[in-house]
Nanobody
Framework: VQLQASGGGLVQAGGSLRLSCAAS????????MAWYRQAPGEQRELVAS???????THTDSVKGRFAISRDNGKNTVYLQMNNLKPEDTAVFYC???????????????WGQGTLVTVSS
C-alpha cells in the first residue's frame, strides 16, 4: 500500500487549503481512511476519519472548519481546510489500516506527510 499526500503550503490565517492523498496497492473503497497531524514538539493527533461507508468524524478543534471526504473512483481522500489558524500549523499525514489475513490484527500505513504553515 502506498499513500501519496499533497496540497500543503503556506497560507495566511483565515485562508483555505485542500489536502489530497492518493492511495495505490489497495482496494481503496474497502478502506477506512484518516488524516493526522503533528505540530513541532507535539504528538501526532487524529484530525479526521472517514469510513468505507463515508461516515466521518472530526476532532473538536477542527469541527466546522475542516471536512474529510473521499472519491473512490480516484482512490483519493481529501481534507478541505477552511478558516485556518496559526495553531493548525503542522505536518499532515494520511493513514489507513488493513487487516492482516484473518489474524484480527491490522497493518498501519502512512503517507509521507505534507507541511501546512499558517501565518498570523
Amino acid at each position: 500500500v502506498q499513500l501519496q499526500a499533497s496540497g500543503g503550503g503556506l497560507v495566511q490565517a483565515g485562508g483555505s487549503l485542500r489536502l489530497s492523498c492518493a492511495a495505490s496497492g489497495t482496494f481503496f473503497s474497502m478502506n477506512d481512511m484518516a488524516w493526522y497531524r503533528q505540530a513541532p514538539g507535539e504528538q501526532r493527533e487524529l484530525v479526521a476519519s472517514i469510513t468505507r461507508g463515508s461516515s466521518t468524524t472530526h476532532t473538536d478543534s477542527v469541527k466546522g472548519r475542516f471536512a474529510i471526504s473521499r472519491d473512490n473512483g480516484k482512490n483519493t481522500v481529501y481534507l478541505q481546510m477552511n478558516n485556518l489558524k496559526p495553531e493548525d500549523t503542522a505536518v499532515f499525514y494520511c493513514n489507513t489500516k488493513q487487516p492482516i489475513g484473518s489474524s484480527g490484527l491490522f497493518q498501519t500505513y502512512w503517507g509521507q506527510g505534507t507541511l501546512v504553515t499558517v501565518s498570523s
